[in-house]
């Protein structure tokens, strides 16, 4: 029935489409006009969450323009570094909804576009409104001069961690988290079993505190020309108004957004054509020997998912591991980049995706390029590329294991009334039950799976970067760490984005990278992939694990602790 009525209201869309088909005809190829001669200005407006990628769907008749994403940043820009006619580019920043390790990716982005040449202006419209505008500022900060709306405010103010503790209200609610781990730092089901950082946690979450922020003022002391202890000093003295950020030297002028383009007009002339950076990309099908596979969210067995209300998304075991095959035996596609952006989730489901990830390597080169977190099963499924690319603010590493359960009784029959009369065979068929905690003799079943686990990670890590187990166990033990010290540590080849990705996977596949197309993957889903979707959209993501939390969890789990997580995406 939900197939029908997806169908029904498709061919209604189709049958408007058709109708307004020849005006939609004329405004595709206003790029390619724009193109066709004079001075461009390319316009990169930052004011949604960043994804990395977000393919349109490739529907009949219309040209769906793509979401912004990093990947149609990084296209845009790739085309622009060669292009003459592109004289000036203007990033207008709203809001800066991205990771840390993303924000690194575009500074760097927007510096190789000042070294071919071209004109950056950089304009915030504020940095944080009631927020946190230290991301928004620190991304701007690689521009050569800076620009703020006056009336505006800058909330340079730092980093800001805060994780919430349940064990409290569990113990209101009667409800008995029953949770194990193996690796000191793995700390992922504290949120449930205590009710504050244990040393161990602390101990982490502190170290990468430390590390992003000396971070972001290395680099706005770099971009300002200011000593980082100036930079210190202005953080601690924030938030500013829009003129106290001008006369502390954080801003060059206080225009309105009229005013900057009136002077990018003087600048270019004012013939030149503006071009968003999805228009000056382009929706074309992208082709080449060089294949970027973009892997963004929960891992989980089966397919791929994205939630439409929170934009969340998983990565299906059976689609990630899919698609890895077809590009090994795909002649055409000479080496692959795996961009990891990835708290974890299933072992299982991580184990799957690593083997197809294993045989690509055999058969041609793997680079893996790590976004703002590859974590856990994120970094599980990197562990056999040729080499691994990470930013410095990318949270990486988490090698262990947690899992366990939520024992119910008591909050079901004390609190709602359920009485439970249970009948099994076997002495431990009620081993996964949310009704009471593991016995002695279960918990410790499940404390030798989970070791299998956490050894069976330990040698995949010592055989995909030619480590000794005793070396990888000594920067195990589920600590998190930012790139910057996992490259110090082993568990990172280099620091950079996906540029520098790129150019390692054309060395070792020998081809030009300035020659070599670059396919970005998965490809945009087409209106037969819609239609054989398995309906309407459902419940959250969000709602499903809250409905699922209290069901057992397998000895399996590979994901990053929700405090970290959250820092991945902390401003």
């Keep these: 029935m939900r197939r029908l009525l997806l169908l029904f209201l498709i061919l209604i869309g189709l049958a408007v489409a058709i109708a307004l088909f020849a005006v939609l005809r004329s405004g595709a190829g206003t790029s390619a006009r724009a193109l066709a001669g004079g001075s461009t200005v390319l316009a990169l407006t930052l004011s949604e969450p960043l994804a990395d990628y977000a393919p349109a769907a490739r529907l009949p008749f219309l040209r769906i323009q793509p979401r912004q994403s990093l990947a149609t940043i990084y296209r845009a820009v790739r085309r622009a570094r060669a292009d003459e006619q592109v004289r000036a580019v203007r990033v207008y920043v709203q809001r800066a909804a991205m990771g840390l390790a993303q924000a690194q990716e575009l500074r760097r982005l927007l510096a190789s576009l000042v070294d071919a040449g071209k004109s950056v202006h950089c304009y915030l419209e504020g940095a944080g409104e009631g927020t946190n505008g230290t991301l928004a500022y620190y991304l701007v900060s690689a521009c050569p001069a800076v620009s703020l709306m006056p009336g505006s405010d800058l909330n340079l103010i730092g980093v800001h961690a805060d994780s919430a503790f349940l064990r409290g209200t569990l113990d209101k609610l009667r409800i008995e988290p029953d949770f194990d781990h193996v690796g000191r730092y793995k700390s992922a089901a504290e949120a449930y079993t205590e009710s504050a950082h244990s040393p161990a946690s602390r101990e982490a979450l502190g170290a990468i505190l430390d590390d992003l922020y000396g971070q972001i003022v290395a680099a706005i002391g770099h971009g300002r020309e200011l000593a980082p202890e100036r930079v210190r000093d202005l953080v601690d003295r924030g938030p500013y108004t829009a003129e106290e950020a001008l006369a502390a030297g954080l801003v060059d002028e206080l225009l309105y957004p009229d005013e900057l383009d009136e002077r990018i007009r003087d600048e270019v002339g004012e013939q030149a054509r503006l071009l968003t950076t999805e228009e000056y990309a382009g929706r074309r099908r992208s082709r080449g020997s060089l294949a970027v596979v973009f892997a963004q969210g929960v891992i989980v067995r089966g397919d791929d998912a994205l939630d439409p209300w929170t934009r969340q998304r998983s990565i299906g075991s059976d689609d990630l ?41 055999e058969a041609k080169p793997l680079v893996v390029s790590m976004s703002s977190v590859a974590a856990s099963g994120g970094y599980y499924i990197s562990t056999r590329a040729r080499s691994i690319v990470a930013e410095a603010g990318t949270l990486t590493g988490s090698i262990g294991v947690v899992g366990g359960k939520f024992a119910t009784r008591s909050f079901q029959q004390e609190l709602l009334g359920i009485t439970h009369d249970t009948l099994q065979r076997g002495a431990n068929a009620d081993f996964y039950s949310a009704l009471d905690p593991f016995t002695p003799q279960q918990a410790e079943t499940y404390h030798r799976q989970m070791e299998a686990v956490y050894d069976r990670f330990v040698a995949h890590v010592a055989g995909g970067r030619e480590m000794t187990r005793d070396a990888v166990l000594a920067i195990a033990e589920g600590r998190v760490w930012s790139g910057e010290r996992a490259a110090t540590v082993g568990l990172v080849d280099e620091i950079g984005g996906l540029d520098r990705a790129l150019e390692i996977a054309a060395e070792a596949a020998g081809v030009e990278l300035a020659d070599a197309g670059v396919a970005f993957y998965p490809e945009p889903p087409s209106l037969f992939d819609l239609l054989e979707d398995d309906g309407l959209p459902g419940l959250s993501i969000d709602l499903e694990r809250l409905a699922a939390a209290l069901e057992p969890s397998p000895p399996g789990t590979l994901e990053l602790p929700v405090d970290l997580a959250r820092l991945a995406y902390p401003f």
């Design 321 to 361: 591991g899919e698609l890895l095959s077809a590009l090994t035996e795909d002649a055409t596609t000479r080496a692959v980049v795996l961009r990891v952006d990835s708290p974890g989730g299933s072992a299982l489901a991580s184990e799957l995706i690593l083997r197809r990830a294993t045989l690509l390597a």
